[in-house]
C-alpha cells in the first residue's frame, strides 16, 4: 500500500520502536487510529482490548503489541464474509452509489478484475438520469474490455436498459452482468423506486449475484450518511471502497463494516484500470500496521 504524507504504518513504527510500553505509547497509539479513521467508538475499544491483553500477558515489549493490534484488526475485519459471489450464469451484480464516489470508474476496473479471471463481462448502461454518464461509462468499459448495453434512445427507461443487457447476456454467453444505476434523482423516493423496478425486472430473467455500493473512503463517515437511502432501501450485499491511496483512511475499511454490517468485498487503491482488488483481511490487517 503505497504511503501518503501521512500512513497509519508510519504513525505506529515510531510507537512500537520505544524501549518498553509506557502511558506515551497507549496516548500515541490512540492518536494514530483516531486519525486514521478507525472512530472513536473502535478506537475505544482496541485500545481497551490491548491494555487487557498486554496486562495479561505482562508485556513490555512494544514488538508484542504491534503483533496484538494487527490480530486484533485482523480478527475484526475477519468476523465479515468478503467473498463475492459470482457462481450464477449469468452473475448479475447491481453498483449503486451517489454521483462523486467513482461509480462509473469503478465498474470498468471492476471489468478489468473479473478478465484477469477468464470472465467475460458485459455492463449495462442504466443510469440514463445524466447525460454524460452513458459515454463516461462506454469508456471505462472498453478500457476495462468489457462489451456495454447502451439505451436505444434519450430518456430511455432504466429498467428497460437492464432488460437488454441481460437479454445480450443471454444470447452471447456472457458470464457477468455489471449494471450501472443512477446516482441521483430529484428525490430519494424516487431514486430508490428507480431502483426497485430495475430489480424486480431483473429478477424475472436472473437472481441478482451483488449489490455493491460505492464509497468514497476519503469522504469517511460522510459518504456513510450521504449513502444511508442506499443502505437501507437496495438490498446492498457489499461495499467497494475508491480513494483507498496509502493507509491514510485505512481504519475506514473497518469503521464502515461496523458501522454498516456489510462486507467490504472490493477496494480501489489508484487510478489506473487495474487498480482494483479483493478484500483479504489478513492481507489488509498487515499492510496497515507493519
Same mark, same amino acid.
Given at each position: 500500500?503505497?504511503?501518503?504524507?501521512?500512513?497509519?504504518?508510519?504513525?505506529?513504527?515510531?510507537?512500537?520502536?520505544?524501549?518498553?510500553?509506557?502511558?506515551?505509547?497507549?496516548?500515541?497509539?490512540?492518536?494514530?487510529?483516531?486519525?486514521?479513521?478507525?472512530?472513536?467508538?473502535?478506537?475505544? %475499544?482496541?485500545?481497551?482490548?490491548?491494555?487487557?491483553?498486554?496486562?495479561?500477558?505482562?508485556?513490555?515489549?512494544?514488538?508484542?503489541?504491534?503483533?496484538?493490534?494487527?490480530?486484533?484488526?485482523?480478527?475484526?475485519? %475477519?468476523?465479515?464474509?468478503?467473498?463475492?459471489?459470482?457462481?450464477?450464469?449469468?452473475?448479475?451484480?447491481?453498483?449503486?452509489?451517489?454521483?462523486?464516489?467513482?461509480?462509473?470508474?469503478?465498474?470498468?476496473?471492476?471489468?478489468?478484475?473479473?478478465?484477469?479471471?477468464?470472465?467475460?463481462?458485459?455492463?449495462?448502461?442504466?443510469?440514463?438520469?445524466?447525460?454524460?454518464?452513458?459515454?463516461?461509462? %462506454?469508456?471505462?468499459?472498453?478500457?476495462?474490455?468489457?462489451?456495454?448495453?447502451?439505451?436505444?434512445?434519450?430518456?430511455?427507461?432504466?429498467?428497460?436498459?437492464?432488460?437488454?443487457?441481460?437479454?445480450?447476456?443471454?444470447?452471447?454467453?456472457?458470464?457477468?452482468?455489471?449494471?450501472?444505476?443512477?446516482?441521483?434523482?430529484?428525490?430519494?423516493?424516487?431514486?430508490?423506486?428507480?431502483?426497485?423496478?430495475?430489480?424486480?425486472?431483473?429478477?424475472?430473467?436472473?437472481?441478482? %449475484?451483488?449489490?455493491?455500493?460505492?464509497?468514497?473512503?476519503?469522504?469517511?463517515?460522510?459518504?456513510?450518511?450521504?449513502?444511508?437511502?442506499?443502505?437501507?432501501?437496495?438490498?446492498?450485499?457489499?461495499?467497494?471502497?475508491?480513494?483507498?491511496?496509502?493507509?491514510?483512511?485505512?481504519?475506514?475499511?473497518?469503521?464502515?463494516?461496523?458501522?454498516?454490517?456489510?462486507?467490504?468485498?472490493?477496494?480501489?487503491?489508484?487510478?489506473?484500470?487495474?487498480?482494483?482488488?479483493?478484500?483479504?483481511?489478513?492481507?489488509?490487517?498487515?499492510?496497515?500496521?507493519?
Amino acid at each position: 500500500m503505497a504511503e501518503k504524507s501521512w500512513s497509519l504504518g508510519r504513525a505506529l513504527r515510531s510507537v512500537f520502536v520505544k524501549p518498553t510500553i509506557d502511558e506515551q505509547t497507549w496516548d500515541d497509539l490512540e492518536t494514530a487510529l483516531i486519525t486514521a479513521d478507525f472512530g472513536p467508538d473502535i478506537t475505544e %475499544a482496541i485500545v481497551d482490548e490491548l491494555r487487557e491483553q498486554v496486562d495479561r500477558f505482562r508485556t513490555t515489549d512494544p514488538r508484542d503489541l504491534q503483533r496484538m493490534l494487527r490480530e486484533t484488526i485482523e480478527e475484526r475485519l %475477519a468476523k465479515f464474509d468478503t467473498t463475492l459471489r459470482l457462481s450464477e450464469r449469468p452473475a448479475v451484480v447491481l453498483v449503486v452509489g451517489v454521483n462523486g464516489v467513482g461509480k462509473t470508474t469503478t465498474i470498468g476496473k471492476f471489468a478489468k478484475f473479473l478478465q484477469r479471471y477468464g470472465r467475460s463481462v458485459v455492463v449495462g448502461a442504466a443510469d440514463t438520469f445524466r447525460a454524460a454518464a452513458v459515454e463516461q461509462l %462506454a469508456t471505462w468499459a472498453e478500457r476495462g474490455g468489457a462489451a456495454i448495453v447502451r439505451p436505444q434512445h434519450e430518456g430511455q427507461d432504466p429498467a428497460s436498459v437492464a432488460f437488454q443487457t441481460i437479454e445480450y447476456a443471454k444470447n452471447t454467453n456472457t458470464e457477468i452482468v455489471l449494471v450501472d444505476t443512477a446516482g441521483r434523482l430529484h428525490t430519494k423516493a424516487g431514486l430508490m423506486d428507480e431502483l426497485s423496478k430495475i430489480r424486480r425486472v431483473i429478477e424475472k430473467q436472473a437472481p441478482i %449475484a451483488e449489490v455493491l455500493l460505492v464509497l468514497d473512503a476519503t469522504t469517511g463517515q460522510n459518504g456513510v450518511i450521504q449513502a444511508s437511502a442506499f443502505l437501507e432501501h437496495a438490498g446492498v450485499t457489499g461495499l467497494v471502497l475508491t480513494k483507498l491511496d496509502g493507509s491514510a483512511k485505512g481504519g475506514f475499511v473497518l469503521a464502515v463494516q461496523e458501522k454498516t454490517g456489510i462486507p467490504v468485498k472490493l477496494l480501489g487503491q489508484g487510478e489506473g484500470i487495474g487498480d482494483l482488488t479483493g478484500f483479504t483481511p489478513h492481507v489488509f490487517a498487515e499492510s496497515l500496521v507493519s
